[in-house]
């Protein structure tokens, strides 16, 4: 065997090694036993999927969203979940966090004095309405800004005090594949998601010396109700480029999300997508290992080359769509 080709075989199962460490074989990860975490968003979709499961890890849970029945609903479901339904605390707390940030950190505070400090924050509300950059009002980029944005800019502001004075915690900011790339039909989605990425890499720069981890969910096309009504928004041009894949179920990209958490891993994401882009984009992103930045440093090149393939048919997607436009208008 000639020298390229014993380099090219070493090449191929170093890769091979790095990416069954990275997917297969977990670091230790912190219990969330007997601590109390805090969902937003967990009325129901991913978050509501992050308090049963959190709730089976033996967690104190609090769901925050506005809507009271669902959050009853809600609460009932993750009390039936816990893992020790004699001592483990379930509350839910209706909450407007998209504007006010006083009454939101004073109703963080009151959970905190009635339930326990602030352990874990999970960041989950959130709204995505589709459209072309001049057919979205600025009414419907307003609340993206606000929900998406601002609440989790609010609650995340609210706890991180008592978090560093504890020198422990952890903070999820749930984001978006749209995060990482931007699409037809997603102008003022991903500017909301985008911001997001910003806010958790300077928190966890922040945060790091207190011993407080912050975790980026990424998670692609989700089988929610919010997915639901996101569906009914998109342009055509948007319903082609993400049709080619299935949306994933809310439970996996929950136990992702927490495993990722504890872990101390900055992104969590799932599937090959999610792997591409946050490898592509990791950029100056928090590492969690050594072998995850040997495997952006030896992958960035080929997976370069597979995103520009991505690139090339959401062009050719666009292009035939605006001719078939054209068409349809001579013919009017």
């Known amino acids: 065997m000639d020298y390229i080709g014993v380099v090219l075989i070493s090449f ?35 978050g509501k999927c992050v308090a049963l499961s959190v709730a089976r890890r033996g ?23 816990c893992k020790n339904k004699d001592t483990q605390k379930v509350e839910c707390l209706s909450l407007d966090i998209r504007e006010n940030y006083d009454h939101i950190e004073k109703s963080l505070h009151y959970l905190e004095n009635t339930i326990g400090p602030i352990y874990m924050l999970v960041n989950c509300a959130g ?9 979205t009002t600025i009414d419907s980029l307003t609340h993206m800004v606000n929900l998406n944005l601002m609440g989790t800019y609010y609650c995340t502001k609210a706890i991180v005090p008592k978090m560093k004075s504890a020198k422990e915690g952890i903070i999820v900011i749930t984001s978006s594949l749209a995060a990482l790339v931007g699409l037809y039909g997603y102008s003022a989605y991903s500017c909301t998601k985008f911001a997001l990425r910003g806010l958790a890499e300077s928190v966890a720069m922040e945060l790091a010396p207190y011993g407080v981890s912050v975790t980026l969910s990424v998670p692609p096309d989700t089988d929610t109700p919010g997915f639901a009504v996101e569906e009914l928004s998109k342009p055509v041009e948007t319903q082609l480029i993400t049709q080619s894949s299935n949306p994933y179920k809310p439970e996996l990209i929950a136990e992702q999300l927490i495993d990722d958490a504890l872990e101390g891993k900055f992104f969590s994401t799932v599937g090959f997508e999610g792997f591409m882009l946050t490898t592509l984009c990791a950029g100056m ?21 597979i995103g520009t393939c991505y690139q090339v048919y959401f062009r050719m ?16």
Do not use: W, Y
Request: overall charge positive; aromatic content about 2%; some cysteine.
């Open 127 to 135: 709204t995505a309405i589709c459209g072309k950059i001049e057919d």
């Open 12 to 46: 191929v199962g170093l890769i091979a090694i790095l990416l069954i460490k990275q997917f297969f074989l977990r670091g230790r990860l912190k219990s969330v036993e007997n601590k109390h975490v805090v969902i937003t968003g967990g009325s129901s979709g991913i």
């Open 59 to 81: 967690a104190h849970v609090t769901i925050i969203a506005r809507d009271i029945r669902k959050l009853e609903a809600a609460k009932s479901e993750i009390i039936r979940a």
């Open 285 to 305: 992103s928090p590492l969690s290992s050594i072998s995850e930045m040997i495997l952006q440093v030896m992958l960035s090149g080929l997976l370069k080359i």
């Open 317 to 332: 997607v666009i292009e035939n769509c605006k001719q078939k436009r054209e068409k349809e208008k001579k013919f009017e």
